[in-house]
């Protein structure tokens, strides 16, 4: 682990470096887009972090946010003391993560680019397991794309995450656990030049 990963592991510095990148409205934007989920439904949020998208479940859901990163954890479990939002330290190939579900929405963001190919297909279909008949999966990742910028392509190059790929490379890893799989390509979602692909999937 190089200085850059060291540092970006305490909670304070990594939240401190989302709140200069992202503008003001982007958690609550992606929630209402691509992440909506009815009062009462069920959540799983796959390497929560210290809870930056729980404040927008906890308390209305059955939210549960997964991260292996215990500081963050720890984080997240103090900010959300008084609700009844769920936070465990762990992965997807966990048993305690294994035995809950199903949920209406799983979803990760900013994960799958730190997985090897092995990796992601072992995270689909664990988790294809865990999403109910009528659920989704969503993802959302940084991406390279034909049409994004030069300066947007180097600076997600330069991401700690070694395995950025392309959207029809995330796709064909993530049907090896689910059935449909529809990638969107945006561009512009960050103060700096920066392209993700958000990934829906259902069973």
Known sequence: MNIRERVLRIPFLYRSLNLLVSPSDLAAGTVRD????????SVLDLGCGYGELARFFAGRTNYVGVDSNGSYIEEAKRRYAETEAKFIVGDI?????????PFDLVF????????SSSQVMGLAQASSNLVSDSGRFVAIEPVFAPEQRL???LLIASDRGRFVRDAEGYTSLLKTGFRDVNAEVIHGRLRIPYSHVVLICRP
Not at 34 to 40: E, H, K, Q, S, T
Not at 93 to 101: A, I, N, R
Request: proline share 4%.
């Open 108 to 115: 990760l963001t900013g994960v799958l680019h730190h997985l």
């Open 34 to 41: 691509y992440l909506d989920v009815p009062d009462g439904g």
């Open 151 to 153: 300066s947007a392509r």
């Open 93 to 101: 190939g966990d048993s305690e993560v294994l035995g809950l579900g």
